[in-house]
């Protein structure tokens, strides 16, 4: 498979008093036709990254190749990348049809051409009828699209999306999730997508590289990172999760006690720490549930998300833990308030962290 | 009646300004009007005759035999200072864009310093400052004793009293005037919109031409109107710097009003200009509204 961006040991030192190290020893590669996403925070270094390969930034440290070329020292408009921007960023004093145009026409397409192939664009994401109209004349969600239209009309070999959905409202930004990966699919370029949203993220995304305080974390598929996470850090930017530290206790073919601090004991998978050894261990709330037998405690609060319901319990040995679960099929609750109940974990739903 | 005072009660915020444009504005430029429809007095002033004579006097003369002749003196100067007038414009902008831009670019306290420094040359009297060109530029001024010095030149070259000199003259005195709208057009652009035309194959001079210059256009135009408008009937620069040999309407209409003692004459010239001036907005607001150099947001 061909690498379409490959970022070695690449740093960003912002200077100033102090100095900001924005990205610190960033390796990674995107391969050609993926819909990859840099997923973190704010201020984890994901826009950084991605306005490095724009060429917006000149790197401290590293390189980065495109295809195969060093870009590193190449100025934006030679890099065959283009960007959609958070603020849409649509040239006010021209039309839509011009804003889509503009890169060609820089690329010295003829007028005639250019136009042609910008009507195309406006077409694919269904905005034929608004060619003839200003920018300030559409509703976010529209100019969204156009500044889409306008990043894919030159054809890049690799699109940079930054937040390019977090000013729209919910439901605009569904669909346009689901319209963002037909896009990649019919296009086959290279989407790079920044986004702090670990929904948006998991949706779209054929790999995630999770990005925390100027450094990766962990590049992965989706279901990967959600079920494995490699850090405390990545399990709990990403979902939610109950942690704790708990002992190795005795190995039994393969599966391993955990003695957690609180007095009480989960059976889980064995994990690479030997017997005796303190980790950390922590599991999904959807992936336990309230039965009759496992760690005793008393329900704390009850959060109803319509298709969920999150029971935070209060375990008689200390421990608070988050239990999520679907209502019973009449849409009564499993528990209230108050009551006396037992969490029940799955052991092959327990994940041991390397400390 | 209650009609009356409903109207006067909704509309006397506005009598303030009302009364300040009819004292201020409108009365003196019909005094001008009529002024220039009277026979001249004959020692300054006018004497209440009704006559056309300042305005035949622009193209026509009287020649021996009492016979009006075509004479094009007057529309030479009247040419002359349009030209001069473009001239300051163009030069104005050619260095008060960069000064803006740069001024733009700059940290927010810096920016004030610099608007300041614009301004300081009006703290001193303009005729001084012009005066200062002459000492600049004349014979055995600051740059022709400069380049002698320096053995560039053996005779000192003809700067002052030019209708060079005079357009340096003008683009120094409104500079300010040219600077300041394009800064005010310029400190609004979103700057990441250069961002965007750079990411779409634009080179830097691409994205300033593409996207800064039209953005700024408003304040381009508002600037070349306020440079444009004095430039055109300036007569300092044009007396100190042309010597009075290079006439310009201003220092024609100056003229008038002082030796020549053809008060309705000066009136005439000053409603030319008005004219003119007139002609020039209305072109830029017929431009305005087909789009053309209108800003959209």
Redesign the interface.
């Known amino acids: 498979m061909k690498t379409a961006v490959s970022i070695k040991n690449l740093n960003k030192i912002y200077s100033g008093v102090p100095p900001v190290q924005a990205l610190r020893d960033a390796t990674l590669d995107i391969r050609d036709n993926e819909f990859f996403t840099l997923l973190g925070p704010s201020g984890c270094g994901k826009t950084t990254l991605l306005r490095l390969i ?3 930034e000149a790197p401290t440290g590293g390189s980065l190749h495109l295809f195969g070329e060093e870009i590193s020292a190449l ?3 030679s890099r065959p ?3 959609v ?1 958070q ?1 849409y ?5 021209m039309s839509v049809l011009e804003n889509v145009a ?2 060609l026409r ?2 010295r397409k003829s007028e005639a051409k250019a136009h042609a192939t910008a009507q195309e664009m406006l077409d694919l994401v269904h905005l034929s009828d608004f060619a003839a109209r ?1 920018p ?1 004349q559409l509703s976010g969600g529209q100019q969204q699209r156009v500044a889409l239209a ?2 894919l009309a ?1 054809h890049p070999r690799v699109l940079l999306l930054d937040e390019p959905l977090s000013a729209l409202d919910l439901k605009l930004r569904q669909s346009m999730r689901a319209e963002l990966k037909r896009l990649q699919k019919e296009t086959g370029i290279t989407f790079v997508f920044v986004t702090h949203d670990q929904e948006e993220a998991l949706a779209m995304s054929d790999r995630i590289a999770v990005m925390s305080q100027g450094e990766i974390q962990q590049v992965d598929n989706p279901a990967r990172i959600y079920e494995f996470p490699e850090n405390r850090f990545v399990a709990e930017f990403i979902g939610d999760a109950n942690f704790f530290e708990a002992r190795v206790g005795a190995n039994e073919e393969g599966s391993a006690n955990y003695h957690l601090f609180d007095g009480s004991k989960l059976h889980g998978p064995q994990g690479h720490a030997p017997e005796g050894a303190t980790v950390t261990i922590f599991f999904r709330p959807e992936k336990a549930r309230l039965a009759q037998t496992g760690l005793a405690g008393e329900v704390t609060e009850i959060l109803y998300l319509g298709n969920n319901t999150d029971y935070l319990i209060r375990l008689d040995q200390g421990a608070d833990v988050m239990v999520r679960s679907e209502n019973h099929k009449d849409g009564t609750a499993l528990a209230e308030t108050g009551a006396r109940v037992c969490v029940e974990v799955d052991p092959r739903a327990i994940r041991v962290l390397i400390p | 009646m209650t009609g009356l005072r409903a109207y006067l009660k909704d509309h006397a915020g506005i009598l303030p300004a009302a009364l300040v444009i009819g004292v201020f504005m409108i009365v003196p430029i019909l005094i001008i009007l009529i002024y220039s429809f009277l026979a001249p007095g004959d020692y300054g002033g006018v004497k209440p005759e009704f006559s056309t004579d300042a305005y035949q006097r622009l193209l026509f003369q009287n020649d021996l035999f009492d016979q009006l002749v075509f004479d094009p003196a007057y529309l030479k100067i009247t040419f002359r200072s349009l030209w001069i007038a473009t001239v300051a414009v163009t030069g104005c902008l050619i260095v008060g864009f960069p000064v803006a831009y740069y001024i733009a670019g700059q940290p927010e306290e810096r920016r004030n310093v610099f608007l300041l420094l614009i301004t300081i040359p009006f703290w001193t009297n303009l005729l001084i400052r012009t005066y200062c060109w002459i000492l600049v530029l004349r014979d055995t001024g600051l740059i022709n004793s400069a380049l002698m010095a320096l053995g560039v030149i053996d005779a000192p070259l003809t700067l002052l009293y030019t209708e060079g000199a005079i357009a340096l003259g003008l683009i120094y005195t409104y500079i300010p005037f040219m600077v300041l709208p394009i800064y005010a057009a310029l400190e609004r652009l979103d700057l990441r919109l250069i961002e965007a035309a750079r990411d779409l194959y634009s080179s830097r001079w691409g994205a300033l031409w593409f996207i800064v210059v039209p953005l700024s256009m408003p304040g381009i135009i508002a600037g070349s109107i306020l440079v444009f408008i004095p430039a055109l009937g300036a007569f300092i620069a044009p007396d100190l710097l042309g010597g009075g040999k290079n006439l310009m309407l201003g220092s024609l209409v100056q003229l008038q009003f002082s030796a020549a003692r053809n008060w309705p004459f000066g009136s005439a010239l000053a409603m030319v200009i008005m004219a003119m001036v007139l002609l020039c907005l209305m072109l830029y607001a017929r431009n305005l509204r087909r789009g053309g150099g209108g800003f959209q947001h």
Do not use: D, I, K, Y
């Open positions: 724009a060429g917006f100025p934006p408009e990348v283009n960007t921007f603020h960023s649509l040239f006010p004093h503009f890169g820089r690329l200003s300030g306008r990043a030159p």
